[in-house]
Antibody, heavy 115, light 107 residues
Framework: QVQLVQSGAEVKKPGASVKVSCKAS????????INWVRQATGQGLEWMGW????????GYAQKFQGRVTMTRNTSISTAYMELSSLRSEDTAVYYC????????WGQGTLVTVSS | DIQMTQSPSTLSASVGDRVTITCRASQSISSWLAWYQQKPGKAPKLLIY???SLESGVPSRFSGSGSGTEFTLTISSLQPDDFATYYC?????????FGQGTKVEIK
């Protein structure tokens, strides 16, 4: 069965970077885009960007341009999202999702930014 | 960027009610719209894709309609398991956006 399994919770200081992983199984990793979405506590869903695991092409929401990098390692069917220059407002649950219409989601990774 | 506006933000309804949520796009997105259900502490769950296609395993009481800039999600007879927050998302362009969400509460 299709699964996206994300890395565990992180606590970071302001100004640091965080890298969240998303390991895919149950399908051909390079056949579907991976999207990253975040959700601050009590807030709505915020789309961050997408990556094509086959080509490595990416597209980022303007809000995150210059701070986010999405990469992949096809040999282990894993996508990564790195967010730099963290601030308290980046405290959120970060999700990966498969495909343009988000048919499968990871379980979420809580990133807490606190001094 | 394409803006997505959902209404209402909150909806109070009873079990058995017919519920309709609206999502409007700031420009035409053809039928490239998805609807999700999210419960507290859980990842969103895909209900509808391409505006009106029901995701496998989703109960038939959920339906989607619309094209262009105006879309609706309808729950024909609200069930206890349906109390949740619902989001629309456009994927017409590579820069995807969500609506702000509609919380369906028990009346």
């Amino acid at each position: 069965q299709v699964q996206l399994v994300q890395s565990g919770a992180e606590v970071k200081k302001p100004g640091a970077s965080v890298k969240v992983s998303c390991k895919a199984s149950g399908y051909t990793f390079t056949s579907y885009d991976i999207n990253w979405v975040r959700q601050a506590t009590g807030q709505g869903l915020e789309w961050m960007g997408w990556m094509n695991p086959n080509s490595g092409n990416t597209g980022y929401a303007q809000k995150f341009q210059g701070r986010v990098t999405m990469t992949r390692n096809t040999s282990i069917s894993t996508a990564y999202m790195e967010l730099s220059s963290l601030r308290s407002e980046d405290t959120a649950v970060y999700y990966c999702a498969r495909g343009a219409s988000g048919s499968y989601w990871g379980q979420g990774t809580l990133v807490t930014v606190s001094s | 960027d394409i803006q997505m506006t959902q209404s209402p933000s909150t909806l109070s309804a009873s079990v058995g009610d017919r519920v309709t949520i609206t999502c409007r796009a700031s420009q035409s997105i053809s039928s490239w719209l998805a609807w999700y259900q999210q419960k507290p502490g859980k990842a969103p769950k895909l209900l509808i894709y391409k505006a009106s296609s029901l995701e496998s395993g989703v109960p038939s009481r959920f339906s989607g309609s619309g094209s262009g800039t105006e879309f609706t999600l309808t729950i024909s007879s609200l069930q206890p398991d349906d109390f949740a927050t619902y989001y629309c998302q456009q994927y017409n362009s590579y820069w995807r956006t969500f609506g702000q969400g509609t919380k369906v509460e028990i009346k």
